[in-house]
């Protein structure tokens, strides 16, 4: 069954939901605790266990997409959903290296913001996920998410 053309605010509406979805799930239970402790550390081996984050946050998306468009009969176009899927992986992969969002965040004057919440130097402070650096992380991811939804419409 062709369900033909599908009005452009709908469909960008239906890919951000499914793509926060899928963004909530993969970067919250699809992600390895090993994953989470390393992707930001400094070298080959936090670049390679962020990019394996990555890979299974995108195989998520994808999935999440892949059911969505099954059970509503959405006309995904393919070549979007791989551009915003790109976008959206090397966005996230910007993010959870830490040290590009961290400068970003310094150049626009939110240091103070994102460093709230985190270990003090010399203290055995409870991290915890309240950090102002957690809340950028999300807030860029969400943002790109946004932009993925775009090109998908």
Do not use: E
């Amino acid at each position: 069954m062709n369900p033909g053309p599908m009005n452009p605010g709908l469909l960008f509406s239906l890919a951000f939901a499914v793509l926060y979805a899928a963004h909530m799930v993969a970067d919250h239970w699809t992600q390895t605790h090993h994953q989470a402790l390393t992707k930001a550390r400094p070298g080959w081996p936090g670049r390679a266990s962020c990019a394996a984050h990555v890979t299974t946050y995108t195989l998520t998306a994808l999935a999440f997409l892949t059911a969505a468009a099954w059970r509503t009969h959405a006309p995904l176009n393919p070549g979007r959903c791989a551009l915003a899927l790109l976008v959206s992986a090397l966005s996230h992969y910007y993010a959870d290296r830490r040290t590009g969002i961290q400068r970003l965040a310094r150049l626009l004057g939110k240091q103070g913001f994102f460093d709230l919440g985190a270990p003090r130097p010399g203290r055995d402070d409870n991290p915890s996920l309240g950090t102002g650096a957690y809340a950028l992380d999300q807030s860029w991811h969400i943002g790109w998410l946004f932009i993925s939804a775009l090109i998908i419409a």
